[in-house]
């Protein structure tokens, strides 16, 4: 080992324990935050075929590009459209970033589920979901939302079911599975970084960056007549 590396490890056995304890002792607490979200979702992960039926089913922002769903909101929002015309659930709660006049997420989002057959009135929008923490607890304070189904990729579910509990919300979650691509591969990565923000989450319960009144948006779309599907 080069000289101007090896000057900086512990000289003693006693350090050397010490570093090596402190350097596991890291780890294990990098680890706590993912073990705590695969503890709070264990038995609430489910298909499409088997979701126990909700009300409601909350559809997470996933970007645009060039004022349309990227492939992989696309892919929740098909999701979505298949659990209302199975009847697994009556109304699409779709949650996403509109913080700026040019980029408007909810509004893509109803747009694309519209083209595939969704009524408008069994949509609706929440325009400060600005990440999923905010997303869960404005679908429960904001929304009255208090069982729901999840829709999102797979390797977000699990944070989403864990923080949506927290937030009061009794979940199931549907992820989407997709190809292990470069996207994926990103995805499933900044999950190990995100666990770490979502637990400090769920301990200190902070109001989103936006709460706002509450909205009957929810309770006027499942007080509709049942359309003929």
């Keep these: 080992m080069p000289a101007r590396f090896s000057r900086w490890l512990p000289r003693t056995v006693r350090a050397r324990r010490r570093a090596v304890q402190a350097v ?19 038995g609430k992960l489910r298909t499409t075929a088997d979701v126990p039926a909700r009300d409601v089913a909350v559809v997470f922002g996933a970007g645009l590009w060039k004022g349309r769903p990227t492939p992989y909101l696309a892919h929740r929002l098909d999701t979505a459209a298949e659990l209302y015309r199975t009847g697994k659930v009556r109304v699409l709660l779709v949650t996403g970033d509109n913080s700026r006049t040019a980029y408007d997420e909810p509004s893509a989002m109803r747009a694309y589920l519209t083209g595939r057959g969704v009524p408008d009135g069994r ?3 929440d325009y400060a979901g600005f990440d999923t923490w905010d997303s869960c607890v404005r679908a429960r ?11 999102t990729q797979d390797f977000h ?23 292990r691509d470069r996207t994926w591969y990103y995805g499933t990565t900044r999950e190990v970084f995100a666990a770490g923000k979502a637990a400090l989450d769920a301990g200190l319960r902070p109001d ?22």
């Design 123 to 125: 949509i609706v929008s």
């Design 24 to 42: 596991m002792a890291g780890a294990v607490l990098a680890l706590l935050p993912a073990t705590w979200m695969h503890t709070a979702a264990a």
């Design 157 to 179: 579910v699990k944070r989403a079911v864990a923080l949506c509990g927290r937030a009061g919300v009794d979940a199931y979650g549907v992820g989407v599975a997709e190809p």
């Design 208 to 229: 989103p960056h936006f709460l706002g009144p509450e909205e009957k948006g929810v309770t006027e779309a499942l007080a509709l007549p049942e359309p003929t599907r």
């Design 141 to 151: 304070k904001v929304f009255g939302v208090d069982r729901a189904v999840l829709v």
